[in-house]
């Protein structure tokens, strides 16, 4: 693994081995990364076995010794178990100074640089459950101390992952996890919806899943894939008088722009709420 713009320095330990940590380490491999070069630490021991198998790469039940010569950290736990993990780390990071990335949602760079002593490279992220199938989005945060290669080192490894956006105010970030780290759960939501509607109307309930879900991704590709923004694509879907605008006419009169608006706004206002609890 080198240092580059395709793959992250080595050796890179991710510590926590759950599905993201999973699918960035399968991107980072799949793109030709060193696997040997990669360290996971999980306190499980089939988890671990899981991780050798199925990568190639070392693992760790001791978070000490797998960041020792470590260039990169991928902090890949819970939450509310970070803290303690940081603040055990805490002098090997002032002694090495490593390139340390979070994935943890709600947790701030400046909480993540005090609990590891002050003054490290930090990189907060908010990947999405998509990044299992390399078809993610991640937002990126990075503080002060993070550099030019320290940043295009944090985008190398999350874009094995999907797109990255990068954020300038972290203040932001919870916004980034309101939509995109919380929102497959909105389209899961609406999905869910269509099909118990589709078989209230009458249609088996395996047809009524596979044109729910060829309706989703098709619609999804079409907004990749065209240069057109959606209330435009919306539009040209829309037949006045057709049986489109009937349902759409339906949506607007039972307020969804607001219900989404309020969605994502107490989705946010939560991100800042962990935060807080996790200080």
Known sequence: MTDSHDTPAAPIVFIGGGNMARSLIGG???????????????????SRDALARDFGVRTFADAAQAVDGAATWVLATKPQVLRGVCESLADVAQATQPLVLSIAAGITATQLDRWLGGGVPVVRTMPNTPALLGAGVTGLFANARVDDAGRARAQALLESAGETVWIDDE?????????????PAYIFLL??????????????????RTLVLQTVLGAARMLVESDEAPAELRRRVTSPGGTTQAAIE????????????DAIANAARRGGELSAAND
């Open 28 to 46: 980072l491999v799949a793109r030709g990364g060193d696997a040997a070069s990669v360290r996971v630490v999980d306190p499980n021991a089939d």
């Open 191 to 208: 999905a869910e919806a269509m099909e118990d509607a589709a078989i209230a109307q009458g249609l088996p309930a395996k047809d009524a």
């Open 250 to 261: 339906t949506f607007e009169a039972g307020g969804l722009r607001a219900l989404v608006a």
């Open 171 to 183: 203040a932001r970030m919870d916004a980034v996890t309101a939509v995109s780290g919380s929102g």
